[in-house]
């Protein structure tokens, strides 16, 4: 689960870490009036689920409230397209107005779970901003990793260490090390996956602030924070994984043309790698899991069939602990109902495969069975070629 930039300065400043005087505005005259509360020279900041906004153009300096009106207006029509948010981008429903701070130095800081070592992992570097993609790509010799061992917790001899790293020295140094013990204590007691600041600065009067901030939590400890699921701003997910997240179905939207249904992450992962193998793009990734009712296959199915990129369904389940004719039922339910004419193949295994089977040959829609992974995948490639036909 992701939040704003704002949201995650308040909770960093909740531990004590140091932020930027700002305020959050909904309408451009509400921008402009938080300008003039800064004395007009301020940053107007876009807020979206996404970071590369600074070369993007959502991350402009203002120095009077009307040039912010202006800028605000423009922000707040557009849909904001970064290196991070893909081709479509995302809708500006809000955004930060805070001081202009005089910035000396610019570091890179995160703590992120590293999934090799199960382990938190805290990344820094001498080099942050708005470059640090590439100062990890070119001189990765640049960006400093601690794992942090679980049961010692994040020493401050160590975190001592990253800042002398960082090449600081005397008091911002000492900051920087309390700093950095605040960042663990808040990615331990609010369940976060990640905890970036880029840039951590040291203004020219010689003080530490997070003049960004990025944060999203574990999606499997949300029930331990009641407030989390009121932090979510709907207007950045896409329409379709808000319902698929009622039904409680894993759904990815990709860019290709053939909608997928899958039971089980690792076999979503197969079929997609089958499918690019014979040629094909998947348009998603849907994961209904394992025990699902004929009534969640039938809505996995109908928001496959929502999204227009979808010209072809492939159906890939394994019917152990589903029934293959109920699956088959569910397909029929949802596509019937919503006069599907896409071209279906549908591979299952299992439980009562005779039985699914033959409902769907049965059914009347344009549904072919694959016999096994590649057949299906190979089939619906060639249907989708040859038009749906
Ligand atoms: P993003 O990472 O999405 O590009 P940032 O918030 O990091 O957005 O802003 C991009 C750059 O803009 C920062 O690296 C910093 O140099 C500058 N910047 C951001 N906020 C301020 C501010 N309040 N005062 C001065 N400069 C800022
Ligand atoms: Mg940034």
């Known amino acids: 689960m992701n939040i704003h930039e704002y949201q995650a300065k308040e909770i960093l400043n909740g531990f004590g870490i140091p932020i930027p005087r700002s305020r959050v505005a909904l309408t451009a005259d509400q921008v402009e009036r938080a300008a003039k509360e800064m004395g007009g020279h301020c940053v107007i900041k876009a807020q979206i689920y996404a970071g590369g906004r600074g070369k993007a153009g959502g991350v402009k300096v203002v120095h009077h409230p009307e040039q912010a009106n202006d800028v605000a207006k423009e922000l707040f029509g557009k849909k904001l397209v970064t290196i991070q948010t893909g081709p479509e981008g995302l809708k500006v429903r809000r955004i930060l107005i805070e001081e202009a701070v005089e910035i000396a130095r610019e570091f890179y800081v995160s703590i992120t779970l590293d999934r090799e070592s199960s382990r938190y992992c805290l990344i820094a570097s001498a080099e942050g901003g708005v470059e640090i993609e590439e100062v990890a790509r070119k001189s990765p010799e640049k960006i400093h990793m601690l794992t942090i ?4 917790g994040l020493r ?3 975190a001592r260490k990253i800042a002398l790293a960082l090449g600081l020295t005397g008091v911002v140094c000492e900051d920087c090390v309390e700093l950095l013990l605040n960042l663990y204590k808040c990615c331990l007691e609010r369940d976060c996956f990640l905890v970036e600041i880029n840039p951590l600065v040291v203004t020219k009067a010689g003080w530490l602030l997070a003049m960004d901030a990025k944060m999203s939590f574990d999606d499997n400890a949300v029930y331990r924070h009641r407030e989390y699921p009121d932090m ?3 207007s950045q997910l896409d329409p379709l994984e808000i319902t698929a997240g009622k039904y409680d179905l894993a759904y ?4 290709g043309s053939i909608g997928c249904m899958v039971n089980g992450a690792g076999l979503a992962m197969a079929t997609l790698d089958v499918l690019k193998e014979f040629g094909g793009e998947p ?3 849907l994961d209904v899991g394992g025990g699902a009712t004929r009534e969640k296959v039938a809505e996995a199915f109908k928001i496959i069939l929502e999204d227009s990129d979808v010209k072809a369904v492939f159906v890939n389940i394994f019917g152990g602990i589903m029934r293959c004719d109920v699956i088959a039922q569910g397909i029929i339910e949802a596509a019937s109902e919503v006069k599907c004419i896409l071209p279906i193949v549908v591979r299952m295994d299992g439980s009562h495969v005779e039985e699914g089977k033959k409902l769907l040959q049965e059914s009347g829609l ?3 069975i694959g016999e096994t992974l590649g057949d299906g995948a190979g089939k619906i490639v060639k249907m989708l070629g040859q038009g749906g036909n």
Request: no cysteine.
């Open 149 to 152: 061992d679980p049961f010692t």
């Open 252 to 255: 990815i939207k990709l860019s």
């Open 283 to 285: 348009a998603n990734f």
């Open 232 to 234: 979510v701003d709907y």
């Open 366 to 368: 344009n549904v072919q």
């Open 156 to 158: 401050p001899y160590q």
